[in-house]
């Protein structure tokens, strides 16, 4: 498993909006800038997370983008998901059965399904809340 691009910048665009947005829209622009990726990469993010309901989503002048629930609410595990489909380590886990025709003989099934909830409880277990303290822990340790 490795996560993609698309799957990073939708965890790094949600801790944005996580850290500055509180109750108010934020503007794609100021996520951009903040971040130091393009309005037109996040806009083929965007659709995931909206149809998921991560996000409310308001158009105009002041308009913009907000989480909506608490940043306590989000799970890496379930933002990846929505952006990135599967965490399995393998094919033949990805779904809801495994359509691998070996699986009953398969002496390496349970390291990957051992693997496979490791990687899920793990992630499930970090929540942009979080990241945000942390984040916020070490820029305090700097000095910034």
Same mark, same amino acid.
């Given at each position: 498993m490795i996560i993609s691009t698309r799957g990073r910048y939708a965890l790094r665009l949600m801790l944005d909006? &996580? =850290?500055? *947005?509180?109750?108010? #829209?934020? @503007?794609?622009? !100021?996520? &951009?800038?903040?971040? !130091?990726?393009?309005?037109? #990469?996040? =806009?083929?993010?965007?659709? &995931?997370?909206?149809? @998921?309901?991560?996000? !409310?989503?308001?158009? *105009?002048?002041? *308009?913009? #983008?907000?989480?909506?629930?608490?940043? @306590?609410? #989000?799970?890496? *595990?379930?933002? %990846?998901? +929505?952006? =990135?489909? @599967?965490? &399995?380590? +393998?094919?033949? %886990?990805?779904?809801?059965?495994?359509?691998?025709?070996?699986q009953a003989d398969c002496a390496t099934l349970p390291v990957w399904a051992k693997l496979d909830e490791i990687i899920n409880d793990y992630l499930d277990g970090i929540t942009l809340e979080d990241l945000v303290s942390q984040h916020a822990d070490k820029r305090k340790a700097a000095g910034v």
């Open positions: 909006l &996580a =850290e500055h *947005g509180g109750d108010e #829209y934020i @503007s794609l622009q !100021d996520i &951009a800038e903040r971040q !130091d990726f393009s309005i037109k #990469y996040m =806009e083929q993010i965007l659709p &995931a997370l909206n149809s @998921s309901k991560m996000l !409310d989503t308001k158009a *105009g002048r002041h *308009g913009g #983008y907000k989480l909506s629930q608490k940043p @306590s609410e #989000y799970t890496l *595990g379930e933002i %990846l998901r +929505v952006t =990135e489909g @599967s965490l &399995a380590p +393998v094919a033949c %886990l990805e779904g809801d059965e495994n359509p691998c025709e070996r």
